[in-house]
């Protein structure tokens, strides 16, 4: 009874980890003439964004934050997260954490405003 497990539960556990399906077995089918499995060339590429977000380590962050976002915006994260199996909150983090570190003129305008707070 114990290793009875739901549709859903098994999907949710395919999801989670996608190099386990590199590792099956191949079917009848995908192996060539000379017993050798043949590549699948459907397989999509996975872009390197992709791999950066899931090897992100957001594990030794304490503090929340709470903000709103659109409808569409909120639509987008949680279909990202069934496509890719990246947490939203990991995507906000990470995508974040990139924005300061394209724009450091932002780093500047906060140090700008604190020394002229200071003064």
Known sequence: ?????????????????????????????????SGTPKKKENKPLVPP???????????????????????????FLSQFKIATGVDATKFVIFSVKQFIEAHPELKTII???IQNTYL
Request: charged share 35%; with cysteine; net charge positive.
């Open 49 to 75: 964004i992709i791999d950066a977000l899931r090897d992100y380590d957001n594990c030794d962050h304490k503090t929340m934050v709470h903000y709103r976002f659109d409808k569409q915006t909120v639509d």
């Open 1 to 33: 009874m114990e290793k009875m497990k739901s549709l859903a539960d098994q999907l949710r556990e395919q999801m989670t980890k996608p190099g386990d399906k590199a590792q099956a077995t191949p079917s009848k089918t995908e192996v060539g003439k």
């Open 111 to 113: 140090k700008q405003f």
